[in-house]
């Protein structure tokens, strides 16, 4: 019975549990921060987002600077060569107007000397003074082509050339195997190693069959 009783007393026991002390900042854990507002985190952000504008609105400013700075190298370039290409073209047509001046100079006092002759007449009833006279101003004309570089085309062999011969009439022979230059009808010129005036001549061909 006493140990019915013991169970009866303790089943209505109960057990202590003693309250823990609470802990205070600074013995361990880390201090709680503190919650802000959400008017707080809107302001903060708000002024964020400003500063972020503000920094590229500075660097717009600049790109622009220096996009303008770029344009204006541009056209300042554009308008050089512009005034560039027309000089060049107006010295151009310059030269090309007044590059053969020296040359007519020269040309002017052969013509001096064929008018003097033409004026003066035959000396001589043959002739030879005049004749003399004529060849002098041939010379004359013939050292001023030499001197500009201009030679006359010599017929070293009478093969025909078309490099150099133009053929003005064309004849059969059985005397040929080849294209032969029988006459020269006009003298051909060179200019330094550059054709200037073909020879004109009259070629011989193999007669057919």
């Given at each position: 019975m006493k140990d019915e009783k013991d169970k009866d007393k303790g089943g209505d026991e109960i057990e202590f549990v003693p309250e823990q002390p609470s802990r205070t900042e600074g013995e361990g854990h880390a201090p709680v921060p503190e919650k802000k507002e959400p008017e707080e985190?809107?302001?903060?952000?708000?002024?964020?987002l400003k500063e972020k504008l503000k920094k590229k609105e500075a660097e717009l400013k600049h790109l622009k600077k220096e996009l303008d700075e770029?344009?204006?190298?541009h056209l300042r370039r554009l308008a050089d060569m512009e005034n560039l290409r027309k000089r060049f073209e107006r010295e151009k047509a310059e030269f090309q107007q007044y590059a053969l001046s020296g040359l007519l100079?020269?040309?002017l006092d052969?013509?001096?000397?064929?008018?003097?002759?033409l004026q003066s007449g035959p000396a001589e009833t043959d002739g030879k003074t005049f004749r003399e006279g004529v060849e002098l101003i041939f010379r004359m004309f013939q050292s001023l082509l030499a001197r500009h570089g201009v030679r006359p085309i010599v017929l070293e062999s009478r093969a025909f050339?078309?490099?150099?011969h133009h053929a003005m009439t064309v004849a059969e022979s059985d005397q040929v195997r080849e294209p032969t230059v029988e006459a020269e009808l006009q003298k051909g010129y060179l200019l330094h190693d550059r054709l200037l005036r073909p020879t004109l001549v009259k070629v011989l061909v193999p007669k057919k069959g």
């Open positions: 985190k809107a302001g903060e952000a708000a002024k964020h770029l344009k204006d190298a100079l020269e040309l052969i013509g001096d000397n064929f008018e003097r002759a050339d078309p490099k150099f």
